[in-house]
């Protein structure tokens, strides 16, 4: 009985920091209509400053719990608000998304660089460990009675707000009517503002008070993601019932502590399910719930894509292919496995074109199938041992197959879902993965076989071997994964222009009217759903081919978000917004980094200066992301409309071209260095439209307005006068003083 009681206790007070934290999505959810994935972030960050002020500047903690609760937390939401949050209306759900993805990522690297995750951290409980009181035989702590006590005051106070006071009407009213309210003299601004305050404040507060109860143990990537399993509390009440809300933090609470105490401790699976219950029970959740309250999802949205027809498709295709083997001419064999990498990763991002760009559909775990396709690949497509081991095409077929079963599994209960549901569906799924089948490491017996999913915590993939292909060279590997992606991308254009992609484009647009027209909005989503898995396996395969060995790490969440995330920054409407964003997240960041690394080890007097610049990279990509809000459709659409509006300039495009094959020259002759070729070639591109639109508009500065537009667009001058004249065939008279008169 004693252990019960223990462990009902610990529940108890593990589900009201989670009620803490679930509050604080549910308020900010029902003012703004956005859902806050950075909500994790926001409490280690708080979290982090806790320990700074009290650790190492020593100060008492009352104080340091005015300064981060009472002055840092409502800071950092209502510049959230003011600085991001109030610019996404009129946004479609996946850009409100990533938006909050970014400010996540960005948070997570910029706690990284202000304190060493290299260095220990650890946060005391409240009064010490040792002030405790002991009840009915169970030893309950003085800092978890101040969480259940927080967590039922808070929950009692929001209720009251939300149902009993005019703000909290304001507050419900600014995301309903934004417009109604203007009328009856609100600020639904001013509003929000004070939910995101209100709301960062609460999510700081649960991670000043749960890091002691899990350990003690301060890390960015981990806070940031025990405060997420907060999400599925939330999702009990529906973002809306705040003691719902309360009650299913306490559910979630109890779960985890009772499958710790009385599941067989044997191996590793009472741990893992302990870890991956909150994911779990989101998903459950979702799938039962109702979704007929899930707002957003009639709204006009400003993104704007221009699919590409077969055509162009194939010839930039080749285009791609051409350019990506002259510029191995110039790379070193490692630079060439690297590049080979970024490219599996832009296969992987056409598995979020598909599904995201055209259908509308949301993915937020695309590594996941990544893994699927990888596990499989590894147990039953390796030939050989050592040296000698090679993966072979049926193999990766299976794995391909593999990955488009689990996508259609996982799909199939998700059907009635959209919008945010389908996409924390899909993270829900990401996040069990990771926990419980890439943390495998027992070994299992089926139908007389033993295996262990995960041996040693990693897979040695070896790669791929097809005949006279051998993937162990880096030129071919980069080669293959290029063409494939070309002949993908094709495939996309292909789909996109048929029948099918029509049908889809139209789900994107209005589930509801393309169900009352006749559509099977089941068998599309279930569809798409498979396609995008698929293709999502095969980059995987490939991604591991091309590591070599991988491990939990690899197919991580946040490698997920940070992929999403840069497709969109991208253009996740566009085949080359793909492959930018997965270039980005493949390579992009990690190159640069590991560059200025290197230059910090061999310039020791630089080595600060090198250390933020890489700071600089990771933080600075993240505040790309945040400006989605601003430019939705992606950086291609702009560059794509630039070079659209500069085609008429011929000799502009020809000095280009003759640019880029001079340095290609120089380049390949060893006369410059590849980093100069790249960042040159790079800048001539980015400003070829700039030059374009200046060339373009000399020129018709030189060339007379029409007659129509004559004293419209310039002055109406005497030269003007004239030049009518001459043209309506009016004769022109000399007045005295020179000035002319028509007759």
């Given at each position: 009985?004693?252990?019960?009681?223990?462990?009902?206790?610990?529940?108890?007070?593990?589900?009201?920091?989670?009620?803490?934290?679930?509050?604080?999505?549910?308020?900010?959810?029902?003012?703004?209509?956005?859902f806050?994935?950075?909500?994790?972030?926001?409490?280690?960050?708080?979290?982090?400053?806790?320990?700074?002020?009290?650790?190492?500047w020593?100060?008492?903690?009352?104080?340091?719990?005015?300064?981060?609760?009472?002055?840092?937390?409502?800071?950092?939401?209502?510049?959230?608000?003011?600085?991001?949050?109030?610019?996404?209306?009129?946004?479609?759900?996946?850009?409100?998304?990533?938006?909050?993805?970014?400010?996540?990522?960005?948070?997570?690297?910029?706690?990284?660089?202000?304190?060493?995750?290299?260095?220990?951290?650890?946060?005391?409980?409240?009064?010490?460990?040792?002030?405790?009181?002991?009840?009915?035989?169970?030893?309950?702590?003085?800092?978890?009675?101040?969480?259940?006590?927080?967590?039922?005051?808070?929950?009692?106070?929001?209720?009251?707000?939300?149902?009993?006071?005019?703000?909290?009407?304001?507050?419900?009213?600014?995301?309903?009517?934004?417009?109604?309210?203007?009328?009856?003299?609100?600020?639904?601004e001013?509003?929000?503002?004070?939910?995101?305050?209100?709301?960062?404040?609460?999510?700081?507060?649960?991670?000043?008070?749960i890091?002691?109860?899990?350990?003690?143990?301060?890390?960015?990537t981990?806070?940031?993601?025990?405060?997420?399993?907060?999400?599925?509390?939330?999702?009990?009440?529906?973002?809306?019932?705040?003691?719902?809300?309360?009650?299913?933090?306490?559910?979630?609470?109890?779960?985890?502590?009772?499958?710790?105490?009385?599941?067989?401790?044997?191996?590793?699976?009472?741990?893992?399910?302990?870890?991956?219950?909150?994911?779990?029970?989101?998903?459950?959740?979702?799938?039962?719930l109702?979704?007929?309250?899930?707002?957003?999802?009639?709204?006009?949205?400003?993104?704007?894509?221009?699919?590409?027809?077969?055509?162009?498709?194939?010839?930039?295709?080749l285009?791609?292919?051409?350019?990506?083997?002259?510029?191995?001419?110039?790379?070193?064999?490692?630079?060439?496995?690297?590049?080979?990498?970024?490219?599996?990763?832009?296969?992987?991002?056409?598995?979020?074109?598909?599904?995201?760009?055209?259908?509308?559909?949301?993915?937020?775990?695309p590594?996941?199938?990544g893994?699927?396709?990888?596990v499989?690949?590894?147990?039953?497509?390796?030939?050989?041992?050592?040296?000698?081991?090679?993966?072979?095409?049926?193999?990766?077929?299976?794995?391909?197959?593999?990955?488009?079963?689990?996508?259609?599994?996982?799909?199939?209960?998700?059907?009635?879902?959209?919008?945010?549901?389908?996409?924390?569906?899909t993270?829900?799924?990401?996040?069990?993965?990771?926990?419980?089948v890439?943390?495998?490491?027992?070994?299992?017996?089926?139908?007389?076989?033993?295996?262990?999913?995960f041996?040693?915590?990693?897979?040695?993939v070896?790669?791929?071997?097809?005949?006279?292909?051998?993937?162990?060279?880096?030129?071919?590997?980069?080669?293959?994964?290029?063409?494939?992606?070309?002949?993908?991308?094709?495939?996309?254009?292909?789909?996109?222009?048929?029948?099918?992609?029509?049908?889809?484009?139209?789900?994107?647009?209005?589930?509801?009217?393309?169900?009352?027209?006749?559509?099977?909005?089941?068998?599309?989503?279930?569809?798409?759903?498979?396609?995008?898995?698929?293709?999502?396996?095969?980059?995987?395969?490939?991604?591991?081919?091309?590591?070599?060995?991988?491990?939990?790490?690899?197919?991580?969440?946040?490698?997920?978000?940070?992929?999403?995330?840069?497709?969109?920054?991208?253009?996740?409407?566009?085949?080359?917004?793909?492959?930018?964003?997965?270039?980005?997240?493949?390579?992009?960041?990690?190159?640069?980094?590991?560059?200025?690394?290197?230059?910090?080890?061999?310039?020791?007097?630089?080595?600060?200066?090198?250390?933020?610049?890489?700071?600089?990279?990771?933080?600075?990509?993240?505040?790309?992301?945040?400006?989605?809000?601003?430019?939705?459709?992606?950086?291609?659409?702009?560059?794509?409309?630039?070079?659209?509006?500069?085609?008429?300039?011929?000799?502009?495009?020809?000095?280009?071209?003759?640019?880029g094959?001079?340095?290609?020259?120089?380049?390949?002759?060893?006369?410059?260095?590849?980093?100069?070729?790249?960042?040159?070639?790079?800048?001539?591109?980015?400003?070829?439209?700039?030059?374009?639109?200046?060339?373009?508009?000399?020129?018709?500065?030189?060339?007379?307005?029409?007659?129509?537009?004559?004293?419209?667009?310039?002055?109406?001058?005497?030269?003007?006068?004239?030049?009518?004249?001459?043209?309506?065939?009016?004769?022109?008279?000399?007045?005295?003083g020179?000035?002319?008169?028509?007759?």
């Open positions: 009985m004693t252990t019960f009681l223990t462990y009902t206790i610990l529940g108890l007070v593990l589900g009201s920091v989670y009620s803490i934290a679930a509050s604080g999505l549910v308020l900010t959810y029902n003012t703004s209509g956005i806050n994935f950075a909500h994790g972030a926001q409490a280690m960050f708080g979290t982090f400053l806790y320990w700074h002020l009290t650790e190492r020593g100060w008492p903690v009352w104080l340091a719990l005015i300064i981060v609760i009472g002055l840092a937390g409502p800071a950092m939401g209502a510049g959230l608000h003011a600085v991001i949050m109030k610019g996404l209306r009129g946004t479609a759900d996946v850009t409100k998304i990533i938006v909050t993805v970014a400010v996540l990522l960005g948070t997570v690297y910029l706690a990284q660089w202000v304190w060493n995750p290299d260095e220990a951290h650890t946060v005391d409980m409240f009064f010490g460990a040792g002030a405790k009181i002991t009840l009915a035989g169970v030893v309950i702590r003085y800092h978890e009675i101040v969480c259940l006590v927080a967590a039922v005051a808070i929950a009692a106070g929001l209720r009251v707000l939300f149902t009993r006071s005019r703000t909290g009407v304001v507050m419900r009213g600014s995301v309903d009517d934004p417009d109604l309210l203007r009328l009856n003299g609100h600020d639904p001013r509003a929000a503002m004070l939910s995101w305050a209100l709301g960062s404040t609460l999510a700081v507060l649960a991670g000043v008070l890091v002691p109860i899990s350990g003690g143990g301060l890390d960015a981990a806070l940031t993601l025990l405060v997420i399993d907060a999400f599925a509390a939330a999702m009990f009440g529906r973002l809306r019932s705040i003691p719902r809300t309360f009650a299913g933090a306490m559910v979630l609470g109890l779960a985890a502590n009772y499958v710790l105490a009385y599941l067989p401790s044997a191996g590793t699976f009472a741990g893992n399910l302990r870890v991956s219950l909150p994911m779990i029970i989101l998903f459950v959740v979702l799938v039962v109702p979704q007929d309250r899930l707002r957003g999802a009639a709204i006009r949205t400003r993104e704007r894509y221009r699919p590409p027809t077969v055509r162009s498709a194939a010839v930039w295709g285009v791609l292919v051409a350019v990506v083997y002259l510029y191995s001419l110039l790379l070193s064999d490692g630079a060439i496995t690297t590049f080979a990498l970024g490219m599996t990763f832009a296969i992987v991002a056409l598995s979020l074109t598909v599904l995201t760009g055209y259908a509308g559909e949301l993915n937020l775990a590594l996941a199938f893994a699927v396709a990888t499989v690949a590894f147990h039953f497509g390796v030939e050989g041992t050592g040296l000698a081991a090679r993966t072979n095409v049926q193999g990766v077929l299976l794995a391909v197959a593999a990955a488009a079963l689990v996508g259609g599994l996982v799909a199939l209960p998700a059907l009635r879902l959209r919008g945010l549901y389908l996409a924390l569906a993270m829900a799924f990401g996040e069990f993965l990771s926990n419980m890439l943390r495998d490491t027992t070994e299992h017996e089926l139908f007389g076989m033993r295996f262990t999913l041996p040693d915590g990693s897979l040695v070896p790669p791929l071997k097809a005949g006279p292909f051998d993937l162990r060279d880096g030129t071919t590997s980069l080669m293959t994964a290029t063409v494939l992606f070309a002949l993908i991308a094709v495939g996309l254009a292909a789909l996109r222009g048929s029948g099918y992609g029509r049908r889809l484009a139209a789900m994107k647009d209005s589930p509801a009217a393309s169900a009352m027209l006749g559509q099977n909005l089941v068998r599309l989503k279930l569809s798409v759903f498979m396609i995008s898995a698929a293709i999502a396996g095969l980059g995987g395969v490939l991604m591991s081919a091309a590591t070599g060995t991988v491990a939990q790490e690899n197919f991580s969440f946040l490698g997920s978000l940070g992929l999403l995330m840069l497709v969109v920054v991208a253009g996740i409407g566009y085949l080359s917004g793909a492959l930018l964003g997965g270039l980005m997240a493949g390579v992009g960041s990690a190159v640069i980094v590991s560059t200025l690394g290197d230059l910090a080890l061999e310039n020791e007097g630089m080595a600060t200066v090198y250390g933020v610049l890489g700071h600089l990279v990771l933080v600075g990509t993240a505040l790309v992301g945040m400006t989605v809000g601003r430019h939705p459709s992606g950086f291609v659409h702009d560059i794509v409309e630039g070079y659209r509006a500069t085609r008429n300039a011929k000799p502009v495009l020809y000095g280009a071209a003759a640019l094959v001079v340095l290609y020259l120089l380049a390949l002759t060893g006369v410059i260095g590849t980093w100069t070729f790249a960042l040159v070639a790079m800048c001539a591109v980015m400003l070829l439209p700039v030059f374009g639109r200046m060339y373009l508009d000399e020129g018709r500065r030189d060339r007379p307005a029409p007659l129509e537009l004559v004293g419209v667009d310039e002055p109406y001058t005497d030269e003007l006068r004239a030049r009518l004249d001459r043209e309506l065939g009016l004769p022109a008279v000399l007045k005295k020179g000035s002319r008169v028509t007759a």
